[in-house]
């Protein structure tokens, strides 16, 4: 460690330091342990209700695929009712409509996969390692307009920062940068 100072000497200096500072030390722990907690219980919060509100989502759609049938002769009885008139004017708006934004979700979904394609592949040229889970982060952020890059951007900046460097972290930045002037 020092090799002008004998270990004894700085072991003693160690045990003096921290009993004269204890009470400091115990402070910042106390202190930080606590906020470290509330943070993690935040997050656990906020993973919990996106998840259950996800599995409600898709229960609720899977529960309107199984029941497309009925949707759609009671959808078709609008025609024949008071509510006819109603009905030819809005259904032909909202067949467009639906074909628009399911356009769109496929277009997002070819984007995304082609997205993290080639973002997995500029990793694996870096030789980044847990290429697999920081794909499957880019996949999902990639359905999050705009925001989605920086939040996919940062696990992977993090991982080339503390396994290489900031040479590392900065070619991972330009192959992001590169990766998303293609897409």
């Known amino acids: ?100 934004v399911g356009t769109a979700f496929e277009v997002q979904l070819l984007i995304a996969v082609l997205n993290t394609l080639f973002t997995g592949a500029g990793m694996v040229a870096l030789g980044l390692p847990a290429v697999g889970f920081l794909s499957l982060i880019v996949l999902i952020c990639s359905f999050i307009p705009v925001a989605g890059i920086v939040i996919s951007t940062l696990p992977i900046c993090l991982v080339a920062l503390s396994e290489y460097g900031v040479a590392k972290m900065l070619a991972v930045l330009a192959m992001v940068f590169w990766v998303h002037a293609a897409e």
């Open 1 to 100: 460690l020092l090799p002008h100072i004998r270990m004894p000497v700085l072991v003693n200096a160690i045990i003096i330091f921290l009993s004269f500072h204890e009470s400091s030390l115990q402070r910042l722990l106390r202190t930080n342990v606590v906020g470290g907690l509330k943070l993690c219980k935040t997050l656990v919060d906020y993973c919990t209700k996106l998840v259950v509100s996800a599995a409600v989502s898709l229960a609720f759609s899977f529960l309107v695929v199984f029941d497309l049938p009925n949707l759609r002769r009671g959808a078709a009885s609008l025609r024949r009712s008071r509510l006819g008139f109603a009905y030819e004017e809005v259904v032909p708006k909202l067949v467009s409509f639906s074909k628009i």
